[in-house]
């Protein structure tokens, strides 16, 4: 027989609102690999083009030749000031694929552009050094947590394909 109480003291899932965490940060955190296998966390300051994303970075960084290799996470979290619970933190961690845009191209001059909208003067110097350039993060899945027992699959487009309800959240 279910305990009434148990019962109420459930978690529920809270609606998500993806767009809304995107668009309250500014940076992007990374997790990228290298060719050794060894990982590493970084950030960068970000542009979001449609459902992708554009980081303007340095070769000096130690992420840099990481995304390089095609593949990184990234990670928007919520401010840990703003937060009611540590450990159930609004996030969206995002599996993207990387790709270097040409500094030529009217996709770089468009983007770098609304960099320097964003994020003010110091684009338009750091994009004229020859060792930044532009990566694009293009979202292929990724997860979105909202609170206890409100977690979702998303989907490349960055909708929500499903609630993970009880997947890997057993009790004894």
């Given at each position: 027989m279910t305990?009434?109480?148990?019962?109420?003291?459930?978690?529920?899932?809270?609606?998500?609102?993806?767009?809304?965490?995107?668009?309250?940060?500014?940076?992007?955190?990374?997790?990228?690999?290298?060719?050794?296998?060894?990982?590493?966390?970084?950030?960068?300051?970000?542009?979001?083009?449609?459902?992708?994303?554009y980081i303007l970075v340095s070769f000096m960084a130690r992420h840099t030749k990481n995304l390089l290799n095609g593949k990184a996470s990234a990670?928007?979290?919520?401010?840990?000031?703003?937060?009611?619970?540590?450990?159930a933190r609004e996030r969206l961690t995002l599996d993207t694929i990387t790709e270097q845009i040409d500094r030529n191209s009217a996709t770089w001059n468009e983007v770098v552009s609304q960099l320097k909208n964003t994020h003010g003067k110091v684009v338009e110097m750091i994009s004229e050094m020859q060792d930044f350039i532009l990566i694009?993060?293009?979202?292929?899945?990724?997860?979105?947590?909202?609170?206890?027992?409100?977690?979702?699959?998303?989907?490349?487009?960055?909708?929500?394909?499903?609630?993970r309800n009880d997947v890997n959240h057993q009790t004894k």
């Open positions: 305990n009434h109480t148990e019962t109420n003291r459930q978690a529920r899932p809270i609606a998500p609102k993806v767009n809304e965490l995107i668009s309250s940060t500014k940076s992007i955190i990374l997790g990228t690999i290298d060719s050794d296998g060894n990982p590493t966390a970084s950030y960068a300051p970000y542009v979001r083009v449609g459902n992708d994303f990670l928007f979290i919520e401010d840990e000031s703003t937060t009611k619970q540590v450990y694009k993060l293009k979202p292929t899945k990724g997860s979105y947590v909202n609170g206890f027992g409100s977690a979702y699959f998303v989907d490349e487009n960055l909708e929500i394909t499903q609630h």
